[in-house]
């Protein structure tokens, strides 16, 4: 109700009401909220202050924010919010804390403010909705984004080349892309990128990135290949680490644009680059009022919305200036169709019939400045804060801010604010404030977000990369490899003259054991031996017949062995188990990655089997190689993890004998120490 009085009190006087109605009368306002307070704080206005250059050229431009009266008001602006939203301040009208979704940043125009407000709202960690309307190509990320496209269809682009090596996607320094541009030669400068990627780690990481680049533009759409780039490659991290939060709302849309042209543009990244150029897209966001984010608009854009607190910023220009004046005037001529322009010179030229245009275009632009003023202000329910920056000597006297401090300052109480910094003028007929500024701290809590634990702020460890995997059967070769032994034998290969016949033996006889338990039916053991049968066939056929046969009867003599008929049950056991875990080695952790031959998982223990087919098998444990030993050890270790409440038995099936050993524990401890200490 109050915001409202404020209005009746400013256009109350002629020049301000003249352009609201046709009637060219007053508006008078009544509300349903006769009781409830409210009021209308002018700040005062932000003046640019004279930036202190320093005396060292090359340093970076950051003092000239300092200076710049936008971002000074942006700053006042998110420490008021942020002071409202951290101590729960209370908001009358709706009997509750002020909230970030009450609050709408009104401007005149979309410029580098609302760009300011956004980043500071941000790093106060206070929700903001970001602008209504975006100029996608405008933005530097966008352009960085555009220009690395250009390189990767034509590296012979210098100047976009140059252009994204010093962007936040590469990171070049000034010395460095000095050094690249002037010692080239003839050479373009993506030439001399690769000369210099062999020396410098930074050009080298560059070039080959951009070289992948190259080689995913041909394989992939546009939108992969970007969403690609900003998230796997981290480019999304560099860009919000040197531009700020409020550049992830400009890449989301960037994106976005790329899946669009995906579905009505032609296929390719030259197709997309062309397309935005050309169409360079405004993006509009429509902002959803239950969503809890500070909004930030155009005075246009806020006609028939509603807040509870809005901020009306005023940059104190003229409503009218000379260059808004059209060079050409359509002149009607209702006698014929023909069309006719007058044109327009300045005011120094202008004829009689030219000047009275300019001044009838003059006060239309006034009178619809003034009824922005009016929307603006009716857009607040309980308080309305009238703020602006002043670039030059004096605002104009009729800008928003003049025209609010004119009609209320004498009836305006002048305040401190609670930060100190400034002091304000608050206009109010209610005996009430309407908005504390502190909650009862007995009864609200008195900070908004939680602090955070201090290993919020710790970096995360370095993540480990474990060497190539060790397999069970080579675990020997990293115990002879320490001894100095580089080349171990495979006991596999002991008393066998040829090695390749032996592997290919060995080989072909765990196959027909990893199969043939599976193979069943009525007349099992005929089926079995036909499979086994064309299954050597095709494998080593041009063995002698009867080396052939004494396989597939070694193989028989062990599935159809009596002691061994629970081993190969296909309902308790299986076959080539694929394993994976990581053991401590004096070196470290190491993955170790193996397949264990026969897996026997019984209600009471769990049993490793591995098969040998040595000519020559050992007689007793103890003489059993120990290559074979480390093998067993490291399955033995690896199953006993997913066992814990089962006892682990490992045995080795020589399939020669054939005999069932079971390696004693104090054999398998050993052999994993010698692994361990390798």
Known sequence: ?????????????????AGLSRDREKTLHDTVRQREAGNVDIWPLIVKQEAVQPEDWALPVDHLADSDPQVALAMRIANKV???ITNRVLLDGKGRPVKAGDIIVLVRNRDRFATALTRELKRRAIPVAGSDRLSLTNHIAVQDLLALGQVILLPQDDLSLAAILKSPLYGFSEELLFKLATERGSKSLFESLGKLARDNEIANAAFEHLQLLRKRADQMPVYEFYSLLLGKDGVRSKFLARLGEEA?????????????????GLPGLESFIDWLHSSAPVIKREFDPDIDEVRIMTVHAAKGLEAPIVF??????????????????????????????????????????????????????????LRLLYVAMTRAEDRLIVCGTQSGKNPDKNCWHSVVLRALEGQAEELEDPSGDFSFHRWKTSAENGLPEVADTDTVAPVLHPVLPAW???????????????????????????????????PLLAGDDNPSSALLRGTAIHRLLQTLPDIGGGNFPALRRKAAQRYLAAKIADWPEQELANIIDQVFGVIEHEEFFDLFDPGISRAEVAISGTIELAGGPRLVTGQIDRLIVGDNAVTIIDYKTNRLPPQQPDDVPLAYITQLALYHRL?????????????LLWTETPDLMFIPDRLLDEGFKKIAQA
């Open 1 to 17: 109700p109050d915001v409202l009085t404020a209005v009746d009190e400013i256009f109350s006087i002629e020049e301000n009401y």
């Open 248 to 264: 992830e709302d400009v890449l989301d849309a960037f994106l976005a644009q790329t899946l669009d042209h995906e579905q009505v």
């Open 639 to 651: 199953v006993g993890r997913i066992y814990p409440s089962k006892p682990v038995k490992s045995a």
């Open 312 to 369: 009306l910023v005023d940059k104190t220009q003229a409503a009218y200036h000379g260059r808004h004046d059209p060079v050409l005037l359509e002149v009607a001529q209702p006698e014929t169709d023909i069309q006719e322009f007058l044109w327009l010179p300045d005011r120094k030229n202008a004829a009689p019939v030219s000047v009275d245009y300019l001044e009838r275009n003059k006060k239309d632009a006034e009178a619809e400045y």
């Open 456 to 490: 919020a702020d710790e970096k995360l460890p370095a993540h480990t990369v474990l060497p190539r995997p060790l397999t069970p059967s080579g675990a020997q070769a990293l115990i002879d490899a320490k001894v100095g032994d580089r080349q171990p034998r495979s």
């Open 82 to 84: 942020a002071h409202w």
